[in-house]
């Protein structure tokens, strides 16, 4: 980790008075120096939905280079009382479900709205992920039985390109087909597709963005994945850490140095690794048996990127990590149902301001903005 300055001349001066500086000072310090971001909730946001529309769960969040924010819901978990007003014939005014993909702008306007099964590709049974590179294309995933594919758009919902097939998946080692696919993401400038693969299967897999080619693949530790021989067990503090992903793996983002951070959900770790799939090193995040700690991870947009943001869905908190210690300085939120409180975190984005929006699952079924301050 990069010392501040003023880290770097106290060490210097308790040096030249033969005074020796215990490592946790330095690190006190130097977390002082990085001024921790804190996060208040904006409880106006989004705007209501218009066309007497409410969103299932959310099953994805991301941030486009025009800092408008995405969101992938599950327009099928609503219940028939929330959607009385789609069934056949209605059984009451309110309500009926919104598409899949809807996009907002900062003060929470919904600008675009599309997506749902259409000609020329598989809609998933089961919305899981969504991306938008730095083209404006969209990226959609999903982690039905039968999901194998992922599907690429443009921002206005006109289909571009399918990658695997619906039902097709053959394993964790299969170049062709996904297997109940978690998360995306996309490093433009290598036009590469990260996929956190997933649900179904126990490794990141990389695809061409243009072409939708294969390229690489691994699990845990950067070994080759083995479905004869998937983690047993509950989670453990004291085992021996699992040697390969347990389902599932449930996000994959690159830092601009090139790391990239894989979410081993249910083993309530992050593991790091070079672009090549290169393991560099892992972090266990976890304080108990309960899995979620991991459920979802985004960087901090300043120019270093220092924080990392963990999802906890475990415990519905959101964790502030230096991202280069992964030292823990930070978090927010509480179980509940009020703004600010969470049920099931799930999915998150941050924005060039540093604000962050965080989806919910289960019976959370919003997303909240929260401000940096």
Request: glycine content about 10%; some cysteine.
């Amino acid at each position: 980790m990069r010392l501040s300055d003023t880290t770097v001349s106290l060490v210097i001066v308790a040096l030249a008075l033969g005074v020796m500086v215990p490592q946790h000072a330095v690190m006190a310090q130097e977390r002082q120096s990085q001024s921790v971001p804190t996060f208040k909730i904006d409880p106006a946001w989004p705007k209501p939905l218009p066309n007497n529309w409410v969103v299932g769960q959310i099953a994805g969040v991301t941030v486009d280079s025009h800092d408008r924010i995405w969101v992938l819901q599950r327009p099928r978990t609503l219940t028939v009382f929330e959607k009385a007003a789609a069934e056949t014939p209605p059984t009451n005014e309110c309500c009926a479900p919104a598409p899949p993909v809807l996009e907002f702008d900062q003060q929470g306007n919904l600008l675009r709205r599309w997506g749902g099964p259409g000609a020329g590709y598989e809609w998933p049974e089961s919305e899981h992920g969504i991306f938008v590179d730095s083209h404006d294309n969209v990226w959609v995933g999903g982690n039905g039985r039968k999901d194998a594919q992922v599907l690429k758009f443009t921002s206005d919902g006109k289909f571009l390109m399918q990658i695997g097939h619906s039902g097709q998946s053959k394993g964790s080692n299969d170049t062709e087909n996904l297997g109940r696919p978690a998360e995306l993401f996309v490093d433009t400038p290598a036009n590469e597709l990260y996929v956190a693969d997933g649900y179904g299967n126990r490794r990141v897999i990389v695809f061409d963005t243009e072409t939708g080619k294969y390229k690489r693949h691994w699990g845990a530790y950067g070994r080759k994945p083995d479905d004869a021989n998937p983690a047993t067990g509950f989670f453990s503090q004291e085992a021996p850490p699992e040697q390969q992903f347990r389902t599932p793996v449930h996000c994959v983002i690159v830092a601009k140095d090139g790391l990239v951070y894989v979410c081993d959900r249910e083993n309530n770790r992050l593991q790091l690794f070079k672009k090549d799939g290169t393991f560099v090193k892992e972090a266990i995040l976890g304080k108990s048996l309960r899995e979620g700690v991991t459920c979802n991870a985004a960087v901090s947009t300043d120019p270093q990127q220092r924080f990392l943001y963990i999802v906890d869905a475990g415990n519905n908190k959101v964790h502030i990590l230096l991202r280069q210690s992964l030292e823990n300085v930070g978090s927010f939120g509480g179980g509940g149902h009020n703004a600010g409180q969470f049920t099931t975190p799930h999915a998150m984005g941050v924005d060039s301001k540093g604000n962050l929006y965080v989806g919910e699952v289960t019976e959370g079924k919003r997303v909240q903005k929260f401000i940096t301050k």
